[in-house]
């Protein structure tokens, strides 16, 4: 419990960081607000255009007859919203950080500054930038494949209901904790796979952090506060399973030594 409680006091600290810092607040919450907007557009036109959609898909269905067909083309067009809903869920943080990655990483140095962490700059600019971009592009597509196999699983009675969205909570929780100790990792040229091993490592602690982080990032309007909160909190994460000590941590929430120890 201890190591799931660490995970949830380092989210906690990043929105004490924000609330604290307006100047923060307003330089994470633009790149969220932008991403919000453009997946909210894509599914405004993608519900407009859903029944031409399902009817595109579905030529097979012209000779049935016409209560069937509708029936069976409108549950299709509902689920093509659905399916678009879930994979802005998890894919939101990719396209924010994307769009954002810069104001990110600035506040993921100023947090190390804040709190005498040691930053290893790694590469220069351009290079994080181009370790960004294409993390970023790796990870929607993670979120994309994810979600293509658990949508369908979705329908499937009892468990549809029960054991997949649990999954696809954890799923993509463990997607926002890969998204958010980006900046920590890029700058030590770790690529995805490395990140994923060493946070795998730490799995109670980084779920402690990475679900209620998700979950709050499906409310509305909360993004923008939860984000940059969680950035915070992503690069405190991060140099949690590094295995560094920051100052104002008691030898109490040890227990950590490298990357490969425990937490």
Do not use: K
Request: aromatic content about 8%; proline content about 5%; some cysteine.
């Amino acid at each position: 419990m201890n190591h799931i409680s660490a995970g949830v006091r380092d989210l906690g600290t990043g929105f004490t960081s924000i609330v604290r810092s307006p100047r923060m607040l307003l330089l994470g919450g633009v790149p969220a607000l932008l991403s919000s907007l453009l997946l909210l557009a894509g599914i405004v036109v993608l519900a407009f255009f859903s029944g031409d959609l399902a009817g595109w898909l579905t030529p097979f269905a012209d000779g049935w007859s016409e209560w069937w067909r509708r029936s069976f083309r409108g549950l299709l067009a509902l689920a093509l919203i659905a399916g678009a809903v879930l994979l802005g869920s998890v894919s939101f943080i990719a396209l924010t950080l994307l769009i954002g990655g810069p104001f990110y990483d600035h506040i993921a140095e100023r947090t190390e500054r804040e709190r005498g962490l040691d930053g290893d700059e790694g590469a220069g600019w351009l290079r994080l930038l181009s370790r960004g971009l294409a993390d970023a592009l790796r990870l929607l597509l993670i979120g994309v494949i994810g979600t293509l196999v658990l949508f369908p699983l979705g329908f499937v009675p009892v468990l549809g209901q029960t054991v997949v969205p649990v999954v696809g909570v954890l799923f993509g929780g463990w997607l926002v904790a890969l998204e958010l100790t980006g900046p920590v990792f890029q700058r030590l040229g770790m690529t995805v796979g490395t990140r994923h091993r060493i946070l795998w490592r730490h799995r109670r602690t980084v779920l402690g952090f990475a679900v209620p982080a998700y979950l709050l990032c499906l409310v509305p309007v909360a993004q923008l506060v939860v984000i940059p909160a969680a950035v915070v909190g992503g690069t405190l994460l991060a140099h949690r399973v590094l295995g560094t000590r920051w100052p104002d941590e008691s030898t109490a929430d040890g227990n950590r030594t490298n990357g490969a120890g425990t937490v």
